[in-house]
């Protein structure tokens, strides 16, 4: 149920970011709409004493919403419990180890108000890397046309950020996050879904979010066997600019590296017709390998 008394939910999963996760919530105190912002905090199990302590600390003395997963299970299930559980229609998802930029809640309220067909908004972005301590902005306009998120461009260019703000309903429709790609690229598969049912989403030429990339953080995990598949799961929105043997392909050339039978035969038979010679070659000589190997 909806709680009239707030205007935006703010998500943060956790797991293990210790006093970053008291930065993320600093950043949040810069807005008007601050004491109308319902605060949820889902942690993954996190095993780090400090993170534990922190957050034992933020749900006996605040008001934000602390709930512990009963298992390990990524963050496409912190994602969606806490969307599960946010008390009003407006959700933006925050990195335990990201920040917001000063005001970015009040102008992600006013533009979800101001806009009824908007289902998400979509704006510009600080990258910090931590490592070598230098920031810079990214431009994300070249995914836009006439101020709203074009699926054909995105295609050319991913730069949507998996945190932008977005309707709850727009959640529950797609049927949330996937468990299949938890641990990975579970925001690309999430809004894929989004722009294939339609989402309608505002671009904002300034920027809305402070991505702190680091080489542990939640946002770093890239599987390249999880992309492969998402090229196959998702092959309606990738056909958008690819031919189907263009597409059959890389489907193909992502599976063959990891060599698993269950995975790439089956592919091979279904599409053999497409395949490139080589790849025709590279099929014939998998499967006789599989046969022969003792």
């Known amino acids: 149920m909806l709680n009239l008394a707030y205007k935006l939910t703010v998500l943060i999963c956790v797991y293990n970011e210790g006093d970053s996760i008291l930065k993320a919530l600093r950043s949040l105190y810069h807005n008007k709409i601050y004491p109308q912002t319902d605060v949820v905090l889902v942690d993954d199990c996190s095993t780090d004493p400090h993170t534990l302590r922190i957050l034992a600390l933020l749900g006996s003395f605040t008001r934000f919403n602390i709930i512990r997963s009963g298992q ?6 912190s994602r969606n419990v806490g969307f599960m559980n946010a008390k009003t229609e407006y959700v933006l998802p925050l990195d335990a180890d990201d920040t917001l930029p000063p005001g970015t809640l009040d102008i992600v309220y006013t533009t979800f108000t101001k806009n009824n067909d908007v289902d998400f908004v979509a704006g510009n972005y600080f990258f910090n890397n931590t ?3 230098e920031s810079h902005i990214v431009d994300c306009s070249s995914i836009a046309t006439n101020g709203f998120i074009d699926k054909n461009k995105l295609l050319l260019n991913w730069s949507l950020l998996g945190t932008s ?5 727009l959640w529950r429709k ?17 809004w894929i879904r989004a722009m294939l049912h339609g989402a309608k989403g505002m ?11 680091s080489s542990t953080g939640m946002n770093e995990n890239f599987d390249r ?3 492969t598949k998402l090229l196959d799961d998702h092959r309606d929105f990738y056909l958008l600019n690819n ?5 059959n392909n890389k489907v193909f050339e992502g599976y063959y590296p990891y060599k698993q039978k269950a995975v790439l035969l ?7 017709f497409t395949l490139t010679h080589k790849n025709k070659l590279r099929t014939i000589y998998f499967l006789m390998t599989s046969l022969f190997k003792k």
């Open 72 to 77: 390990n299970l990524g963050l496409s299930n």
């Open 131 to 133: 490592a070598i301590n």
């Open 165 to 169: 703000p977005c309707k709850k309903s």
């Open 174 to 190: 797609i049927g949330g996050y996937s468990l299949k790609y938890s641990y990975s690229i579970q925001d690309v598969d999430f």
């Open 203 to 213: 671009y904002l030429n300034k920027p809305i979010y402070t991505w702190n990339r």
């Open 225 to 227: 066997l999880d992309m």
């Open 243 to 247: 031919t189907l043997p263009e597409l």
């Open 266 to 272: 089956p592919f091979a038979r279904k599409h053999f």
